[in-house]
């Protein structure tokens, strides 16, 4: 079992800036993938952006340039730091965990933590 806890979440301005924490614990594959998926209200859950053990990175093309995603693979910690955050970004955002390096199966979600990009 793979435990996923977040933080960071909060209200912001459009415009502003937030970095969202996820620390896994428990049984961690030294080979694997994290990343951020979101899910606004009425719509379907999307990713957002996801990294592997090794580094490689892919984003959703409605984030690029604005969100980068990083890790520290010694405390099996992602971070999403969202700049130039929009109202569209409004959402639940929530952490992933894959045992293979690629989040086309996730395996371990986290419960939570919600975004609100407002005026």
């Known amino acids: 079992q793979v435990q996923l806890d977040e933080s960071g979440g909060g209200l912001v301005q459009p415009g502003g800036s937030l970095r969202l924490s996820c620390a896994a614990s428990?049984?961690?594959?030294?080979?694997?993938?994290m990343g951020w998926y979101r899910q606004a209200p009425g719509k379907q859950r999307e990713l957002v952006a996801a990294i592997t053990s090794g580094g490689s990175t892919n984003y959703a093309d409605s984030v690029k340039g604005r969100f980068t995603i990083s890790r520290d693979n010694a405390k099996n910690t992602v971070y999403l730091q969202m700049n130039g955050l929009k109202p569209e970004d409004t959402a639940i955002y929530y952490c992933?965990?894959?045992?293979?390096?690629?989040?086309?199966?996730?395996?371990?979600w986290g419960k939570g933590t919600l975004v609100t990009v407002s005026a």
């Open positions: 992933a965990y894959s045992i293979i390096p690629t989040m086309a199966l996730v395996n371990y």
């Open positions: 428990g049984s961690i594959f030294s080979i694997n993938a």
